[in-house]
């Protein structure tokens, strides 16, 4: 396949729920039981929010790491940029973030964590795994080749982002929904119905990214 953008697959809550099971599976598989569980902010949230309740577990905080900026390009290192929020002193830490792919989220966070922490032990999890990436975590849903994953809680961020890049791209600053639709899969492999491309329009028109609302158009708002 040849695309002119990175490749995309859209994730909605059937598919987080069972790569989520998954890796509860196999934690308790494993016969390692967290005391509680901390969730990388923002990606790591909703999982972390999952396990918590697939694993019994009331304690779950947070710690922010930053790195990615737009969507499916690469923004420098990771950063941590919100300390770890929550006492896990000599507890049994379940650390959650949705992906790992070049790993240094997933690093920068355990190091923070066993520094001031002081953790009895830190495991982590995440809901897919990039094969190759340096971290591999200690549980994971599914093992995948490279995609940009959009998740459902990213939605209207990522497709804003790569919509915006198909402007710049392909230097126009108005298309019909059709030539969007024919863009979206010759950049990104990405088909949505017509409900979601227009709560997508409307949410870019909040943003003030195009004209909205508009008759048919698609224009950015320059
Ligand atoms: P990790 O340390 O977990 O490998 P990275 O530092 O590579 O993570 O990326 C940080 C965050 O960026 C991820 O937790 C995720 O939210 C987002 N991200 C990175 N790669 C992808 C991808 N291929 N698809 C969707 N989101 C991604």
């Not at 039981?33 to 949230?45: H, K, L, M, S």
């Not at 577990?57 to 770890?84: C, E, M, Q, Y």
């Not at 000599?90 to 989220?105: H, Y």
Request: net charge negative; glycine share 8%.
């Amino acid at each position: 396949m040849d695309l002119k953008g990175p490749l995309c697959y859209v994730l909605d809550f059937d598919d987080i729920n069972n790569y989520a099971y998954q890796t509860a599976l196999k934690i308790k598989q494993s016969g390692w039981r967290p005391d509680v569980v901390v969730g990388i902010a923002r990606g790591g949230w909703v999982h972390a929010r999952i396990q918590c309740d697939l694993l019994g577990i009331r304690s779950l905080f947070s710690v922010k790491v930053d790195h990615w900026g737009v969507t499916a390009t690469k923004d420098g290192k990771a950063k941590l940029s919100v300390p770890l929020v929550g006492d896990v002193e000599g507890k049994r830490v379940l650390l959650v973030d949705d992906i790992t792919d070049t790993g240094e989220s997933l690093t920068t966070a355990v190091e923070h964590i066993i520094e001031v922490g002081k953790p009895a032990d830190v495991r982590s999890a995440t809901l897919m795994h990039i094969a190759g990436s340096k971290f591999v975590p200690d549980y994971f849903g599914v093992e995948i080749t490279w995609a940009w994953e959009i998740w459902p809680w990213n939605f209207f961020e990522d497709l804003t982002s790569l919509i915006m890049k198909i402007y710049e791209g392909e230097k126009i600053s108005e298309m019909s929904t059709a030539e969007l639709k024919k863009h979206l899969r010759e950049y990104n492999n990405i088909v949505l119905s017509d409900e979601k491309l227009s709560k997508i329009k409307a949410h870019m028109g909040f943003l003030g990214h195009i004209v909205y609302p508009l008759d048919k158009m698609w224009r950015l708002d320059e």
